[in-house]
């Protein structure tokens, strides 16, 4: 497509590459024609001896027979959980699902009872997959409350299991527009909700981004991302498969392992969100380790600092990408490319996707907006939602009658396309009528020499409605002085926008996603004490 000269925030779709009527089944069934002999999954166990392969006949082969048995317990259009850390049965349950027209609910394996009950309760599922250890007593303590559940299946037990799916018939003919999963939202504040995807919108998705991406055939990918979010279960899984690349799954992150298994598979891509580029960034074995197999930094999921994604490029001399999109979205909206100049691929969103319309709209008004004006990202395309489960009127303001996404993120885009991230709306602090950025005070505090985290958030103030405040990771023994970083950033940014109350940590609260509990800081933050007003 070419470059265009935009007049106002809007993207047309590009549709020079097709979308497939494929599902989650149907690309592994393909990839097993594809190349049969080629390693498909290794688990990434620390314990070498222990580092189990499948091809992808054997993938093929055992995903099928998992689909056979799970036809003998459920029907097609049923709903089952996995409700488990990363492991190869993860996978496999995944692809058996797709196989048998099963709808999969990935569940966090750090839910506590009243969250688990809500988002199986909700989902209405017949059937649990669980990793063997606690879970099954907190599954037994509200199985009361789960009428639907009729089956507990532990992966200690994938091999009797799947004994019952051998000499199946045919397997079902599955519709591309039916629901492939439902994934909860892991949304820093309010209840999970449901966003239901199709085996249409996952499958195009990952494929059309992993395009993008430039991966090669028999190219091995080490990620340690959750299956339980879109990113492991949608856009790993599924674009590795159509990739025809070897699948590396860790069973969670450690960034020594990470190298580890590079080097020792020859993977091409370091990969994660902003905290565990740091984590490895900073970690001996990157020194220790051959990684002259990378070709590529890969993160999403969260907003990476440009001087993170910086350091990355020049430690690894590795172009980094990053793709920007949501659970909603089927995953990825816009992505930056290996060929992008720099700047844009550090400071940018990159551009739409094929097959991908956006747009960035005024938040009060919801008209398109001009080229580089802040406003809501909008998307429209195969790749939305059908909607959030059991949930039409939270549904309808997620998705408007002409059937555009409102993301709930604040960005812009530029008379090239190329797109940037201002925060969430539910972020965004509105002093005095000004609407400030937390973004883009976060990019400035970044820049400070001692400063390695940093998390802007607005607090409740009688005068001006909201104020600034940080919270703060350093790297320094003493923290920088509260009024030094003061004056650094009303050097840099209006009087208005500098933080007037901080907070030095060691660690931000986290959703399982990696994503900061911005609720949780701005909690810690409040205090009954009147914080100091600034000059306007």
Same mark, same amino acid.
């Given at each position: 497509?070419?470059?265009p000269?935009?007049?106002?925030?809007?993207?047309?779709?590009?549709t020079?590459?097709? *979308?497939? =009527?494929?599902?989650? $089944?149907g690309? /592994?069934? !393909?990839?097993? +024609? #594809?190349? @049969?002999?080629?390693?498909?999954?290794i688990?990434?166990?620390?314990?070498?001896d222990?580092?189990?392969?499948w091809?992808?006949?054997?993938?093929?082969?055992?995903?099928?027979r998992?689909?056979h048995?799970?036809?003998?317990?459920?029907?097609?259009?049923?709903?089952?959980?996995?409700?488990?850390g990363?492991?190869?049965?993860?996978?496999?349950?995944?692809?058996?699902?797709?196989?048998?027209g099963l709808?999969?609910?990935?569940?966090?394996?750090a839910?506590?009872?009243e969250?688990l009950?809500?988002?199986?309760?909700?989902?209405?599922?017949?059937?649990?997959? *669980?990793? =063997?250890?606690?879970? $099954?007593?907190? /599954?037994? !303590?509200?199985? +009361? #409350?789960? @009428?639907?559940?009729?089956?507990?299946?532990?992966?200690?037990?994938?091999?009797?299991f799947?004994?019952?799916?051998?000499?199946g018939?045919?397997?079902?003919?599955?519709?591309?527009?039916?629901?492939?999963?439902?994934?909860?939202?892991?949304?820093?504040t309010?209840?999970?909700?449901?966003?239901?995807?199709?085996?249409?919108g996952?499958?195009?998705?990952?494929?059309?981004?992993?395009?993008?991406?430039?991966?090669?055939?028999?190219?091995?990918?080490v990620?340690s991302?959750?299956?339980?979010?879109?990113?492991?279960?949608?856009?790993?899984?599924l674009?590795?498969?159509?990739?025809?690349?070897?699948?590396?799954?860790?069973?969670?992150?450690?960034?020594?392992?990470?190298?580890?298994?590079?080097e020792?598979?020859?993977?091409?891509?370091?990969?994660?969100?902003?905290?565990?580029?740091?984590?490895?960034?900073a970690?001996?074995?990157?020194?220790?380790?051959?990684?002259s197999?990378?070709?590529?930094?890969?993160?999403g999921?969260?907003?990476?600092?440009a001087e993170?994604?910086?350091?990355?490029?020049?430690?690894?001399?590795?172009?980094?990408?990053?793709?920007?999109?949501?659970?909603?979205?089927s995953?990825?909206?816009?992505?930056?490319?290996?060929?992008?100049?720099p700047?844009?691929?550090?400071?940018t969103?990159?551009?739409?996707?094929?097959q991908?319309?956006?747009?960035?709209?005024?938040?009060?008004?919801?008209?398109t907006?001009?080229p580089?004006?802040?406003?809501?990202?909008?998307t429209?395309?195969?790749?939305?939602?059908?909607?959030y489960?059991?949930?039409p009127?939270?549904?309808?303001?997620?998705?408007?009658?002409?059937?555009?996404?409102h993301?709930?993120?604040l960005g812009?885009?530029?008379?090239?396309?190329?797109?940037?991230?201002?925060?969430?709306?539910?972020?965004?602090?509105?002093?005095?009528?000004?609407?400030?950025?937390?973004?883009?005070?976060?990019?400035?505090?970044?820049?400070?020499?001692?400063?390695?985290?940093?998390?802007?958030v607005?607090?409740?103030?009688?005068?001006?409605?909201?104020?600034?405040?940080a919270?703060?990771?350093?790297?320094?023994?003493?923290?920088?002085?509260?009024?030094?970083?003061?004056?650094?950033?009303?050097?840099?940014?209006?009087?208005?926008?500098?933080?007037?109350?901080?907070?030095?940590?060691?660690?931000?609260?986290?959703?399982?996603?990696?994503?900061?509990?911005?609720?949780?800081?701005?909690?810690?933050l409040?205090?009954?004490?009147?914080?100091p007003?600034?000059?306007p």
């Amino acid at each position: 497509m070419p470059v265009p000269s935009l007049t106002m925030s809007y993207w047309p779709a590009d549709t020079s590459a097709p *979308l497939l =009527d494929t599902t989650v $089944g149907g690309v /592994l069934r !393909a990839a097993a +024609e #594809r190349t @049969p002999d080629q390693p498909a999954l290794i688990a990434g166990d620390p314990r070498p001896d222990q580092r189990r392969q499948w091809t992808y006949r054997q993938l093929l082969a055992e995903a099928e027979r998992a689909a056979h048995a799970l036809l003998a317990r459920f029907r097609p259009g049923d709903r089952i959980a996995v409700w488990s850390g990363n492991c190869p049965e993860w996978v496999l349950v995944e692809f058996a699902a797709g196989l048998a027209g099963l709808t999969l609910v990935p569940v966090n394996p750090a839910l506590q009872a009243e969250e688990l009950a809500h988002v199986l309760g909700q989902s209405g599922v017949r059937g649990v997959f *669980l990793a =063997d250890g606690p879970g $099954g007593s907190l /599954l037994a !303590a509200i199985s +009361e #409350r789960l @009428p639907e559940l009729r089956e507990v299946i532990s992966f200690g037990d994938w091999d009797a299991f799947c004994a019952a799916g051998s000499g199946g018939g045919p397997l079902p003919d599955v519709d591309p527009d039916a629901p492939a999963q439902i994934l909860f939202t892991s949304g820093t504040t309010g209840r999970p909700k449901g966003a239901v995807l199709t085996h249409r919108g996952l499958t195009n998705n990952a494929r059309l981004a992993f395009d993008g991406y430039g991966a090669r055939p028999g190219e091995a990918v080490v990620h340690s991302m959750p299956l339980f979010h879109v990113a492991g279960c949608g856009h790993l899984t599924l674009g590795l498969a159509q990739s025809g690349c070897v699948h590396v799954i860790m069973p969670h992150f450690d960034p020594g392992l990470t190298f580890e298994l590079i080097e020792a598979y020859h993977g091409v891509i370091i990969g994660g969100v902003a905290t565990m580029l740091t984590a490895l960034l900073a970690h001996p074995a990157r020194t220790q380790r051959d990684l002259s197999s990378v070709r590529y930094a890969l993160s999403g999921g969260a907003a990476v600092p440009a001087e993170l994604a910086r350091r990355v490029e020049a430690m690894f001399g590795i172009p980094f990408m990053i793709t920007f999109g949501q659970t909603e979205s089927s995953c990825s909206i816009t992505a930056t490319r290996a060929g992008d100049v720099p700047d844009d691929r550090v400071e940018t969103l990159g551009r739409p996707l094929p097959q991908t319309e956006v747009k960035i709209i005024d938040v009060r008004t919801g008209h398109t907006v001009p080229p580089g004006t802040p406003g809501e990202i909008c998307t429209r395309g195969y790749h939305v939602m059908c909607g959030y489960l059991g949930d039409p009127a939270v549904t309808a303001v997620a998705i408007d009658p002409d059937g555009w996404l409102h993301t709930g993120d604040l960005g812009s885009m530029d008379a090239r396309g190329y797109c940037r991230i201002e925060g969430r709306i539910k972020d965004m602090v509105i002093r005095g009528g000004e609407n400030i950025y937390p973004a883009e005070i976060e990019a400035v505090l970044l820049s400070y020499p001692a400063v390695t985290a940093a998390a802007v958030v607005g607090l409740p103030d009688r005068f001006w409605g909201e104020v600034v405040a940080a919270a703060i990771i350093t790297s320094a023994a003493t923290p920088p002085a509260e009024a030094e970083l003061a004056a650094f950033c009303r050097a840099r940014l209006a009087a208005y926008k500098v933080p007037v109350r901080w907070l030095f940590t060691s660690t931000f609260p986290l959703t399982g996603t990696g994503k900061v509990r911005k609720d949780l800081l701005a909690a810690h933050l409040t205090e009954p004490a009147r914080i100091p007003q600034p000059q306007p």
